[in-house]
C-alpha cells in the first residue's frame, strides 16, 4: 500500500466513523478481502476521495503456474467496464462535429438491415435500439463466445444478419453487447482511426492511464498481465477470452488507471465542461418509464447517495467501477478470478467506506398473511409475452417460489415481489414489473403441457435459421425430446405449454410454430439478450 497524505486519512476517518482507527479500518479491508487467498487468483482494489487515491492493494495471484503474485500494477480485464471508454469516444465525435447523437447507426454502418424505423446512435448508447447481441446468437450455433476466435469484423455479419430487432427502438431497456462493438466500427470509420489509437490520444494519455490498452491485437505481448481462472471442483482452470471482439470490453487496466478516468471525466477535464453531463445523462423509454442507463455508465441511488457506476466480465476476469459523487468517493475492483461474485465484493468495500446517507425507512411494501387458497390463486405457469418466456410459481410450506427457486412476498391477494421485481396478477393475465429500469411487462397464464412420447415425433427434424447460419436437429431420445446445436452435443427440452419447450442448458424457451394442416413448419428460439430467433423446418423433416 503506497503512503497516505495525512490530511487524506483524516478526511477518510472522519467520514466513517470518528471512533474508528485507519488501522481499524485497514484490518477490516484485509479481513473482508481474505477470500482471496495468497495462492489462489486474486483482487485488485484502490479507493478514491476526491481525486487521490487512499487506499491500494492486491491480493492472490496473477499466474499459478509460474508463482507470480497479483499486484497493484499486474494488468486484468475490465469486461464492460470498457463501455464508457468506448460511449466516451461518441460523445468526444460529436463534440468534435464529426457525428451526432441523432444520427441512424445506417449513415455509418450500411450494412445493417433497413429495419423500417432508425435506429440512432443514442439508442445504441443506452441500449434501447432493440439490437439482438450478437454473443447470443452465436451461442444458438452451438459456439459461444470463447469457443471461436471472433473479431469485430464477425461480429457485424452476425448482426448484419437479423432480420428482426428484439423491441422497437427507443421502447425497451434490453443490454446488448452489438451496440458498443459496432460503436468501435463507428469510431474508426468517422476518424480514421481505430477505437485503441483514439482512445489512447484522446483519453488515456490525457488522464495519465499509463497502463491501460485494449485487448485489439490478440498476438501482443501485455507486459503484468494476470491470467483469469475459473474454478472447477477443487482446483483452478484457465479461464482466458479467446476472441478479438473489443469496445463492448476488452480494456486492459489497473484499478488504479481505472480511478485517474474517473478523476479526469468526473472534474469535467475530458473535452468541454458539458460532455460530462451528457456521460451521465439518462433518457426515458418511449413509454415514459424510467431507464437508469447513461453513457456505458449506470446511474443509481445507493445507501440514499447518487452513484454512477458499472461492473463487468469477461471469462474469468471480473470487474467493478463506482462513484459516490456527493461523497467524491470511488472504488474500483478488479479480479482474476469469477469465483466470487463482483456484486457482493462491491458491497462489502461500501459497507466499510459509506453510511447510509439517512436513516432507511421501513418499506412501505410489507408482506401479508394469505390463506393457503390464496396462495395458491398464484401458482401456475405463465408466459411472457414479448418474448416468449416462461416461469413456473409454486407453493412450498406457505411460500411462493418462482422456478423452484426464488422466494417471493405476498403484498395482497393479487401481488407478489421479490427485491428486483412485482408480478401482478389478474385472473388469467398479469404484469411484471422489473424496478430498475422500471418496466411493465404482460403476462399470461397457461395450462402446463404434459405431452405423450407419441405427441413427440410431430417436433422431430432439422430446422434452419438464415439469422444464425446454422441448423439444429430436434430428436426424441428415451421418450424425451432433444434438440442438437452442433453434432456433438445435445440437451434437453423440457415441456412448458402447448409447442413450448424450456432449454435450461442455455436459459432459452423454444415455441414450435404451426401452420393449420400442415403441422410444425418452424420454431422460434428466445435467449437472454436475443428474443424470437426463427427457425424453419427443413420440407424433407415437414410432417
Request: glycine letters at 6%; proline letters at 5%.
Amino acid at each position: 500500500m503506497r503512503c497516505l497524505p495525512i490530511l487524506f486519512i483524516g478526511l477518510l476517518i472522519s467520514h466513517i466513523c470518528t471512533a474508528q482507527s485507519w488501522a481499524d479500518t485497514l484490518t477490516l479491508i484485509d479481513k473482508t478481502f481474505s477470500q482471496y487467498k495468497p495462492e489462489n487468483p486474486g483482487c485488485q482494489v484502490s479507493v478514491s476521495r476526491n481525486g487521490e487515491i487512499i487506499f491500494s492493494k492486491a491480493w492472490g495471484m496473477a499466474d499459478l503456474e509460474r508463482s507470480v503474485p497479483l499486484t497493484t500494477h499486474s494488468i486484468l480485464e475490465a469486461g464492460s467496464v470498457s463501455k464508457q471508454f468506448t460511449a466516451a469516444a461518441i460523445l468526444l465525435l460529436e463534440q468534435q462535429g464529426k457525428l451526432s447523437l441523432d444520427d441512424d447507426v445506417r449513415k455509418y454502418i450500411p450494412e445493417l438491415p433497413d429495419y423500417g424505423a432508425p435506429i440512432l446512435l443514442r439508442q445504441m448508447m443506452h441500449h434501447t435500439s432493440g439490437l439482438r447481441d450478437w454473443g447470443a446468437i452465436a451461442e444458438l450455433t452451438g459456439w459461444p463466445r470463447g469457443t471461436k476466435f471472433y473479431s469485430n469484423e464477425d461480429a457485424l455479419e452476425i448482426i448484419a444478419r437479423q432480420q428482426h430487432l428484439n423491441n422497437p427502438p427507443g421502447a425497451e431497456f434490453l443490454y446488448s453487447n452489438s451496440n458498443y462493438n459496432l460503436f468501435a466500427i463507428v469510431v474508426q470509420r468517422v476518424s480514421g482511426l481505430n477505437l485503441a489509437a483514439f482512445t489512447k490520444k484522446f483519453i488515456f494519455e490525457p488522464a495519465g492511464m499509463t497502463h491501460t490498452s485494449w485487448r485489439d491485437d490478440p498476438h501482443r505481448v501485455v507486459p503484468n498481465r494476470a491470467i483469469a481462472y475459473a474454478k472447477r471442483g477443487r482446483g483452478y482452470h484457465t479461464d482466458m477470452p479467446n476472441e478479438y471482439v473489443y469496445g463492448n470490453g476488452g480494456l486492459l487496466t489497473t484499478t488504479e488507471d481505472l480511478l485517474k478516468w474517473n478523476q479526469f471525466y468526473q472534474q469535467h477535464r475530458f473535452g468541454t465542461a458539458s460532455l460530462y453531463r451528457k456521460q451521465t445523462e439518462t433518457e426515458p423509454l418511449a413509454n415514459r418509464s424510467m431507464n437508469i442507463y447513461a453513457a456505458g455508465l449506470f446511474i443509481n441511488n445507493v445507501m440514499g447517495w447518487y452513484t454512477v457506476t458499472h461492473n463487468g466480465s469477461t471469462a474469468g476476469y471480473r470487474a467493478n467501477l463506482e462513484t459516490f459523487t456527493e461523497l467524491g468517493l470511488s472504488f474500483a475492483v478488479l479480479s482474476n478470478t469469477g469465483e466470487f461474485n463482483i456484486n457482493s465484493v462491491a458491497a462489502m468495500l461500501r459497507k466499510i467506506f459509506v453510511h447510509p446517507k439517512t436513516p432507511i425507512a421501513p418499506t412501505s411494501e410489507k408482506s401479508v398473511q394469505l390463506s393457503e387458497a390464496a396462495l395458491n390463486h398464484f401458482t401456475g405457469l405463465y408466459r411472457n409475452e414479448r418474448d416468449g418466456s416462461s416461469f413456473y410459481l409454486s407453493l412450498k410450506n406457505q411460500q411462493i417460489f418462482l422456478d423452484n427457486d426464488l422466494p417471493l412476498k405476498p403484498l395482497s391477494e393479487n401481488i407478489v415481489a421479490s427485491n428486483n421485481f412485482l408480478l401482478k396478477l389478474d385472473g388469467s393475465k398479469g404484469w411484471y414489473i422489473p424496478f430498475s429500469p422500471r418496466d411493465t411487462i404482460p403476462l399470461i397464464k397457461l395450462e402446463p403441457a404434459h405431452p405423450l412420447p407419441k405427441d413427440l415425433e410431430a417436433y422431430t427434424g432439422k430446422y434452419f435459421s438464415p439469422e444464425t447460419n446454422s441448423w439444429v436437429t430436434i430428436e426424441i431420445n428415451k421418450d424425451s425430446l432433444t434438440i442438437h446445436l452442433k453434432p456433438s452435443e445435445s440437451h434437453l427440452l423440457i415441456p412448458t405449454y402447448k409447442d413450448g419447450f424450456k432449454l435450461d442448458a442455455l436459459d432459452a424457451d423454444i415455441a414450435f410454430i404451426r401452420n393449420g394442416d400442415s403441422g410444425i413448419t418452424g420454431l422460434s428460439i428466445s435467449i437472454t439478450r436475443a428474443r424470437n430467433v426463427v427457425f424453419k423446418k427443413a420440407e424433407s423433416s415437414s410432417q
